[in-house]
């Protein structure tokens, strides 16, 4: 089983940056693909970004690329996503999300069985 919990949400300004956390708990956290996934009222959850247990292979949607950078300390259990440049429409509650052990890469939201909280980020113009 892997617990998570997001943190380092809040409201910054367009072109500002933030670093959002995720604590996993768990034995299998090493073995877990990790990834952030972003929410907006009345539309579908949203794959942003993931990378490999290994932390050697990444992915990343295509509106955040060269922005957006995720990142994973495995030692302290933590998943990172370092956000530059945001813009008004990165404003969401950004989620942390793991599948299975051992899953393929996917950016279907409905494979990923363990998920955070969420945390808000809201960008201003």
């Given at each position: 089983?892997?617990?998570?919990?997001?943190?380092?949400?809040?409201?910054?300004?367009?072109?500002?940056?933030?670093?959002?956390?995720?604590?996993?708990?768990?034995?299998?956290?090493?073995?877990?693909?990790?990834?952030?996934?972003?929410?907006?009222?009345?539309?579908?959850?949203?794959?942003?970004?993931?990378?490999?247990?290994?932390?050697?292979?990444?992915?990343?949607?295509?509106?955040?690329k060269g922005r957006f950078t995720i990142s994973r300390d495995n030692a302290k259990n933590t998943v990172y996503l370092q956000m530059n440049s945001l813009k008004?429409?990165?404003?969401?509650?950004?989620?942390?999300?793991?599948?299975?052990?051992?899953?393929?890469?996917?950016?279907?939201?409905?494979?990923?069985?363990?998920?955070?909280?969420?945390?808000?980020?809201?960008?201003?113009?």
């Open positions: 089983q892997v617990q998570l919990a997001e943190s380092g949400g809040g409201l910054v300004q367009a072109g500002g940056s933030l670093r959002l956390s995720c604590a996993a708990s768990g034995r299998t956290f090493n073995r877990n693909t990790m990834a952030w996934f972003r929410q907006t009222p009345g539309k579908e959850r949203e794959f942003v970004a993931a990378i490999a247990w290994s932390g050697f292979s990444r992915y990343s949607t295509d509106s955040v008004p429409e990165d404003t969401a509650v950004y989620y942390c999300a793991a599948p299975p052990p051992l899953t393929p890469f996917t950016t279907n939201p409905n494979v990923y069985v363990h998920w955070g909280q969420g945390t808000q980020v809201t960008v201003s113009s």
